[in-house]
């Protein structure tokens, strides 16, 4: 696949090649957005069921006045399983922000003769924050809200690194703001890079 296809298509469509075990070439088209959206409303359905769960727990404990015991549920805590999925959906959504940055810088700070080269691909090899930092001042980035994807990263970053942080929320309308961005900063930077081209 070529440079160019990637650079319009990559966060709506990716082509991939494969080969089959026969031995056949085969074209698949994968949608980043759409893989990202599906998760993101998978884990958004599965913490208002954990929400409704635990509220309905706590309203019925309410009616009934039983003591407090060590182990009621914490409102806090979330299943190993989703919180493995929250982490899928921040690295997915930030990785494909890495490459997003990566084709942007390429096409418009490195100029012709060095695009595919390794200089170019030494001047690149940097982390997001600093790709995203660059990108910002882009003239053109201005008029695009790029905030969302430090969020995204700083979560990311968060979750990876930080156990309490991955099986525990302590704002759950707060969180879900923050899954909402994996699909808006992504989204925010392929405009950007729509308006460049």
Not at 9 to 28: E, I, M, P
Not at 38 to 64: G, P, Q, S, V, W
Not at 110 to 133: F, G, M, P, Q, V
Request: with cysteine.
């Amino acid at each position: 696949m070529s440079e160019d296809s990637l650079k319009t298509n990559y966060w709506n469509a990716v082509n991939l090649k494969s080969v089959t075990k026969d031995g056949f070439s085969r074209l698949t088209s994968h949608s980043h957005r759409g893989e990202l959206t599906k998760l993101r409303d998978e884990i958004l359905d599965e913490l208002d069921d954990l929400d409704l769960n635990t509220t309905e727990y706590f309203c019925a404990k309410d009616e009934h006045k039983e003591p407090e015991h060590p182990d009621s549920p914490d409102l806090s805590l979330i299943p190993r399983d989703l919180s493995h999925k929250i982490i899928a959906l921040f690295s997915l959504s930030t990785g494909i922000m890495e490459k997003q940055t990566e084709m942007i810088l390429r096409s418009e700070v490195i100029s012709d003769e060095y695009k595919n080269t390794k200089i170019a691909d030494s001047l690149l090899n940097t982390n997001l924050k600093t790709r995203l930092d660059l990108v910002k001042k882009l003239p053109v980035a201005a008029q695009f809200e790029l905030s969302h994807a430090h969020d995204v990263r700083k979560t990311r970053n968060s979750l990876v690194h930080n156990p309490k942080k991955r099986l525990q929320i302590d704002d759950l309308a707060n969180f879900k703001g923050r899954i909402k961005k994996t699909i808006r900063a992504p989204e925010e930077l392929h405009k950007l890079q729509a308006e460049l081209d």
